[in-house]
Nanobody, 128 residues
Framework: QVQLVESGGGLVQAGGSLRLSCAAAGRTFRRYTMGWFRQAPGKEREFVAA????????YVADSVKARFTISRDNAGNAVYLQMNSLQAEDTAIYYC?????????????????????WGQGTQVTVSS
């Protein structure tokens, strides 16, 4: 079992920044690739970014690549999503996820079939 707990969401003005954290627990979490999805009201859950534990290899969705960065604390158990220049359309619930596939495979799969473990989600609201 892997447990994922997100933090760092909140309300921010357009143009601002937030840093989301995901703390992973469980004996096997390092076997998985970690990443983030988001879901806006009335929309499907979409891939944001993913990263491997061992070599920190990231993959970020094209739609946010210029503004978002994913990283991990390899010595610890945390994965981070740094979000800059936030826009109203970034408003969503952000979910931490663990999956067995490499980061570049994440956008190619449906989240429901890809992800082995989900966090509870953290709300990000960007006011314009």
């Amino acid at each position: 079992q892997v447990q994922l707990v997100e933090s760092g969401g909140g309300l921010v003005q357009a143009g601002g920044s937030l840093r989301l954290s995901c703390a992973a627990a469980g004996r096997t979490f390092r076997r998985y690739t970690m990443g983030w999805f988001r879901q806006a009201p009335g929309k499907e859950r979409e891939f944001v970014a993913a990263i491997t534990w061992n070599d920190g290899r990231p993959y970020v969705a094209d739609s946010v690549k210029a503004r978002f960065t994913i990283s991990r604390d390899n010595a610890g158990n945390a994965v981070y999503l740094q979000m800059n220049s936030l826009q109203a359309e970034d408003t969503a619930i952000y979910y931490c996820a663990a999956a067995s596939l490499s980061p570049d495979s994440w956008p190619l799969r449906e989240p429901g079939t890809l992800v082995s473990y989900w966090g509870q989600g953290t709300q990000v609201t960007v006011s314009s």
